[in-house]
């Protein structure tokens, strides 16, 4: 077996572009989820819809690149104005279901040959990040050390991630010892409560399904700069539940949560990955094939998340206390 | 010495407001803060509640009483905008308040607490307390992002948040969940909590609901306390040695009417009230054989009355 490439794509995972969006997208949903009890299962509708304003806007429309940036925000901010009107008046669940439902409309709005000419059906749409990488102040070479190292084009899209992500975990930090993300936790506990002490708690949940949106929607972004593309099935409801997933794994409610959750999240798919396709190819394991190790894998980190909830359902970063309350 | 001289002087002077009122239902009241008018709410074919008037007077502690099923907590839901009434209106403080969301009723000076508790669990004891606190400059988004903007404000809350925490004997627990507190002390958290609001009015959904005997006693001083700090109160309740311990007027519905009003002293012995608790046929015979000495005494005395005028 190869230990270099092995731990190499490993450490490369942990700071790697799909932990930078999929923290933001978690981030997100840490917000919704975490800190406000919205059960939006519609995160990744967020980052299709800021992706492809990107996109349309610069490869159709051909504006420039700050203009895409701007309707892609704007978007996610539409999405979740559209989103929250009709639902938020309703009980949690219903926004759950609500919010599949439109996640599932806005992916298949984007592949339908319908608007082929506009969102380029199920290819996507590529060819926009441009004025993003004219912009690169690293020249070109490789950066770093011995298997350690990228190209100056990844690098670019990690340091853009990765102070993204450091922003929105200083906004969520700041807003969450804020009164205002005291009334946001207080509508998790009990929103009646919070109404009879006179919040406008339909006001709030939208302001954190804004928030939550436009954060994840960050990761739409460095998705479609980091591959130069989008493809609608990217943004399919896996990603929203991988999300939820890293959410829970680092602890739900907590500011780093997210982001080490993301990092654990595909530091063990990487490595569950390499370690079995590694055994398969030097004939260690000869019950599958290596076509069969990425199914595998996921079998995998489904059984370690199932352990994780039964013996730590905190998360990595939870407060055991709280969890105390929750079982009365 | 001046607080009790006031305490007494607030209780006189509530008691001498209903001194001379009628007995009925929606007897108007001199100085009322909430004057409710036809106010409907059907759930299907089910009318729940049905008030035609009732006035609550302001500094008083008025009682909400009624058998189960009576539309107490229905009224209380239609009075403070959790649940829209199908019809009608109320006023408090001279301003129509009906089709007010929830939380402007709270704004406007009229906070309820619940008959289940609400304890926000996952949050301190203290930070229940500064979410009731009005106007907070850091609830708004931007504003929260500077701490600066909000910090003083916090601190001067934080202080109002801790007095009362300390009447209220939580002080000790002001640091823990509040999802570990016992459920007597969740009530006077909601309690307190609802004070930090600075309500005009305060609703109590069943105080006493659940809370042991030892904690009753400190409940019912901190509701008569309010009427001390010129607050008015209005609760539902079921235990009739509390209503008639710390109430000043008693409101009665049944079936979703107001059936009868009245001082706690009295009010028991009501005729309507009686027929509302224990049925209108309360004194009925309930078994054949109780019937039939019934008939036969009835008999007898005819008998004799029969007698006594044939001998004449």
């Known amino acids: ?328 | 010495m001046h607080a009790e001289t006031t305490a007494t002087e607030r209780k006189a002077a509530a008691l001498a407001a209903f001194k001379d009122l009628a007995r009925d239902p929606g007897v108007p009241k001199p100085d009322p803060i909430l004057v409710v008018d036809n106010v409907v709410r059907r759930f299907g074919g089910l009318t729940a509640v049905e008030v035609e008037h009732v006035e609550v007077q302001r500094g008083s502690i008025t009682a909400l009483i009624g058998p189960n099923g009576a539309g107490k907590t229905t009224f209380f839901n239609q009075l403070t905008g959790f649940d829209t009434a199908d019809s009608g209106q109320w006023t408090f403080n001279g301003r129509s308040m009906n089709g007010v969301p929830a939380h402007k009723v709270a704004r406007a000076g009229m906070v309820r607490t619940f008959q289940l508790t609400k304890a926000l669990s996952k949050l301190t004891v203290l930070e229940n307390m500064r979410l009731g606190a009005q106007g907070q400059k850091g609830e708004s988004f931007w504003r929260a992002l500077l701490p600066a903007f909000w910090k003083g404000q916090e601190d001067a809350i934080t202080e109002r948040a801790d007095e009362l925490l300390t009447r209220f004997k939580l002080d000790a627990k002001r640091g823990d969940f509040a999802g570990s507190l016992s459920g007597g002390q969740r009530k006077l958290l909601e309690m307190a909590r609802a004070l930090m609001v600075e309500p005009e009015l305060v609703m109590l959904d069943e105080p006493m609901a659940g809370v042991n005997p030892a904690l009753t006693q400190s409940l019912l001083g901190h509701v008569k306390d309010l009427r001390e700090q010129g607050m008015t109160v209005l609760f539902v309740e079921h235990d009739m040695d509390m209503v008639r311990d710390i109430s000043d007027w008693v409101i009665v519905m049944a079936q979703g009417h107001v059936i009868a009003e009245g001082p706690p002293e009295t009010i028991m012995s009501d005729e309507r009230v009686i027929d509302a608790y224990l049925g209108a046929h309360h004194d009925a015979p309930l078994s054949e054989s109780e019937l039939e000495e019934q008939l036969h005494e009835a008999e007898a005395a005819l008998e004799a009355e029969i007698e006594e005028e044939t001998q004449k």
Not at chain 1, 27 to 53: D, E, K, P, R
Not at chain 1, 252 to 269: D, E, H, K, Q, Y
Not at chain 1, 276 to 288: D, K, N, P, R, Y
């Open chain 1, 1 to 328: 077996m190869d230990w270099i490439t092995i731990i190499s794509t490993t450490v490369k995972a942990a700071i790697g572009v799909e932990t930078v969006w999929y923290a933001l997208a978690a981030i997100g949903i840490n917000i919704h989820f975490g800190y406000t009890g919205l059960l939006n299962f519609g995160q990744s509708a967020f980052l299709a819809v800021a992706g492809y304003g990107l996109a349309v806007t610069v490869t159709v429309l051909g504006l420039p690149f700050w203009v895409g940036i701007g309707v892609g925000l704007l978007s996610a901010v539409l999405l979740a104005l559209l989103l929250g009107i009709p639902t938020l008046r309703l009980r949690a669940d219903y926004l759950a279901i609500v919010t599949i439902a439109a996640a599932e409309i806005v992916r298949l709005v984007f592949r339908s040959v319908a608007f082929k000419d506009v969102f380029g059906g199920s290819d996507g749409r590529r060819g926009f990040s441009d004025g993003f990488y004219a912009m690169n102040p690293f020249s070109p070479g490789t950066y770093g050390f011995g298997w350690l190292s990228f190209n100056e084009r990844v690098l670019w899209v990690l340091v853009v991630g990765w102070a993204l992500v450091a922003l929105s975990c200083l906004i969520v930090f700041l807003l969450m010892k804020s009164p205002w993300g005291r009334v946001l936790k207080a509508i998790r506990e009990d929103e009646d409560a919070v109404r009879a002490l006179g919040k406008n708690v339909f006001s709030y949940k939208m302001q954190s399904l804004i928030l939550g949106g436009v954060i994840g929607c960050l990761g739409g972004f460095i998705y479609g700069l980091a591959y130069a593309s989008v493809q609608p099935d990217i943004f399919g409801t896996e990603t929203t539940f991988f999300a939820y997933t890293i959410v829970i794994l680092g602890g739900a409610a907590r500011v780093f949560g997210p982001v080490v959750g993301s990092m654990i999240f595909w530091v063990l798919l990487v490595l569950v990955n390499g370690v079995l396709s590694g055994a398969v190819e030097s004939g260690l394991i000869t019950f599958m094939d290596s076509t069969q190790v990425g199914p595998f894998r996921y079998l995998l980190v489904g059984l370690g998340l199932i352990l994780l909830l039964v013996y730590r359902p905190q998360g990595v970063f939870g407060d055991k206390r709280e969890m105390a309350i929750d079982a009365r």
